[in-house]
């Protein structure tokens, strides 16, 4: 049973930075293409950025492109997501996802098997 736990999430002022940590245990963290999700009060989920089984590849939304950076350790069998220049409608709920889709970057919720309890990450303006 592949378990994921996010941390890092906390208030912080916008222009501000955090780094979001999702620790996999279970499985081997390189067995899967891996994904960060967002979900504020009274949206849908939506996709932040997805990272290939290597680190090779990634891929952005369009709202955090150029301020958000993701990267996995598979050694440490964590994943990460550097948010920098922080703004207020960044305030969500954050998860991170695990696909068995591994060779190909997905960044539709439908296709993530494993999910994380999520991570709150506010920011004040």
């Known amino acids: 049973q592949v378990q994921l736990v996010e941390s890092g999430g906390r208030l912080v002022q916008a222009g501000g930075s955090l780094r979001l940590s999702c620790a996999v245990s279970?499985?081997?963290?390189?067995?899967?293409?891996m994904a960060w999700f967002r979900q504020a009060p009274g949206k849908e989920r939506e996709f932040v950025a997805t990272?290939?089984?290597?680190?090779?590849?990634?891929h952005y939304a369009d709202s955090v492109k150029d301020r958000f950076s993701i990267s996995r350790d598979n050694a440490k069998n964590t994943m990460y997501l550097q948010m920098n220049s922080l703004k207020p409608e960044d305030t969500a709920a954050y998860y991170c996802?695990?696909?068995?889709?591994?060779?190909?970057?997905?960044?539709?919720?439908?296709?993530?098997?494993?999910w994380g309890q999520g991570t709150q990450v506010t920011v004040s303006s």
């Open positions: 996802a695990a696909t068995d889709v591994k060779h190909t970057l997905v960044v539709v919720t439908a296709l993530y098997n494993y």
């Open positions: 279970g499985r081997t963290l390189s067995d899967y293409g």
């Open positions: 990272i290939s089984w290597s680190g090779g590849s990634t």
